[in-house]
């Protein structure tokens, strides 16, 4: 990974913090910039553990997703959706 010039650059980050395995997921879906916001899309993914074929393992996991784009100075808000 290169350097990041923060001078023209900036980074949005999503995270979900310790699991005790591995089938959690957080994605940024979507970034949309309008007059007066940056709006991202998230979506977090819990196992759904009343299906049978769902199980469960012995992996750690600190599920997260960093995204870079050009530096703004305008409230970043997220938009989250679970599944």
Known sequence: ???IDFTQDMMI???LGYFP???FRVDVKQIVET???IIVTVR???PDYNNPS???TDG???PHHIIQLKKSYKPVLFNTAIE
Request: proline fraction near 0%.
């Open 35 to 37: 007059d007066n916001a």
């Open 44 to 46: 977090i993914s819990i």
């Open 21 to 23: 395995e591995d089938k």
């Open 1 to 3: 990974m290169s350097a």
């Open 13 to 15: 980050a999503v995270f």
């Open 60 to 62: 750690f996991t600190y």
């Open 54 to 56: 769902v199980g469960v």
